[in-house]
C-alpha cells in the first residue's frame, strides 16, 4: 500500500521555486522521508532525505512538519532540466524503496 | 568513480527462457538493491542484497532470484520468463541511507 500522496502533475516557470508537497500521515518514528527523482529513460536520481528537522543541500530543500505527517521539496530556481518525475518515499533506513506514481513536474520556459 | 553499471543494455528473450542481469556497484558500496520498472509505472522493489545474503524481498515470485559476489557485484536471475516480465531492471547501490542508480536493462520479452 502506497505511504505516500502526491499531486499527479504540476507546472512550474523557469526560473521561479518549485514546491512539491507530499502527505505521509501514517509515517512511523523511525521512518525518513526521501525524495528521488527520474527524468525520462533514466534511473531515479536520490535528491535528499530527513527524519524531522528541515534539511537542504546543492540540489533543494526538504521541510518536513512538526508533526511529520506532511512535507515540502522545493527547488529554488527551477530549470528546464527539473522537469521530470518526483517521488517523495517513506522508508526505514535500511528497507528497499518503495516508489509510488509521484509527480509529473513540468517547468515552463 | 564509474558510479552503477548495469549489462547488458538491451535485451530480447522468449517467453520461457532465463536470464541473467548484472550489476557493479558504486564504489565504496556495500548493499545492492534490484527494482522492476514496467512502462509508465513507478520502480517495483524486488529485493535487496547485503553481505551476500538477501536481506529483505519485494512481492516478487521465486522465478526472481538473485546472489551477490564478495566484490559487492549483484546479478539478478529471472526463470521461465513471461510476457509481462518485459520491463526496465534497475540495479541501485548504498553503503547508508540514499540508494544510488544505474541507468538500468531494458528487458523485452517475445
Known amino acids: 500500500d502506497a505511504k505516500t500522496t502526491q499531486p499527479p502533475s504540476m507546472d512550474c516557470a523557469e526560473g521561479r521555486a518549485a514546491n512539491l508537497p507530499c502527505n505521509h500521515s501514517?509515517?512511523?518514528?523511525?521512518?525518513?522521508v526521501y525524495w528521488y527523482r527520474q527524468i525520462h529513460s533514466q534511473g531515479p536520481q536520490y535528491i535528499i532525505h530527513?527524519?524531522?528537522n528541515n534539511e537542504t543541500n546543492e540540489m533543494a530543500s526538504l521541510i518536513i512538519t512538526e508533526d511529520r505527517k506532511s512535507s515540502t521539496l522545493i527547488l529554488p530556481h527551477a530549470t528546464l532540466r527539473d522537469t521530470a518525475v518526483y517521488y517523495c518515499?517513506?522508508?526505514?533506513?535500511?528497507?528497499?524503496?518503495?516508489f509510488g506514481k509521484g509527480t509529473h513536474l513540468i517547468i515552463q520556459p | 568513480d564509474a558510479g552503477v553499471t548495469q549489462s547488458p543494455t538491451h535485451l530480447i528473450k522468449t517467453r520461457g527462457q532465463q536470464v541473467t542481469l548484472r550489476c557493479s556497484p558504486k564504489?565504496?558500496?556495500?548493499?545492492v538493491s534490484w527494482y522492476q520498472q514496467a512502462l509508465g509505472q513507478g520502480p517495483q522493489f524486488i529485493f535487496q542484497?547485503?553481505?551476500?545474503?538477501?536481506?529483505q524481498r519485494g512481492n516478487f515470485p521465486d522465478r526472481f532470484s538473485g546472489h551477490q559476489f564478495p566484490n559487492y557485484s549483484s546479478e539478478l536471475n529471472v526463470n521461465a520468463l513471461l510476457l509481462g516480465d518485459s520491463a526496465l531492471y534497475l540495479c541501485?547501490?548504498?553503503?547508508?541511507?540514499?540508494?544510488?542508480f544505474g541507468p538500468g536493462t531494458r528487458l523485452t520479452v517475445t
Open positions: 542484497y547485503y553481505e551476500e545474503e538477501e536481506r
Open positions: 530527513g527524519l524531522k
Open positions: 541501485a547501490s548504498s553503503r547508508s541511507y540514499e540508494q544510488y
Open positions: 501514517t509515517i512511523s518514528g523511525n521512518e525518513y
Open positions: 518515499i517513506v522508508k526505514g533506513r535500511a528497507d528497499g524503496l518503495t
Open positions: 564504489s565504496g558500496h556495500d548493499t
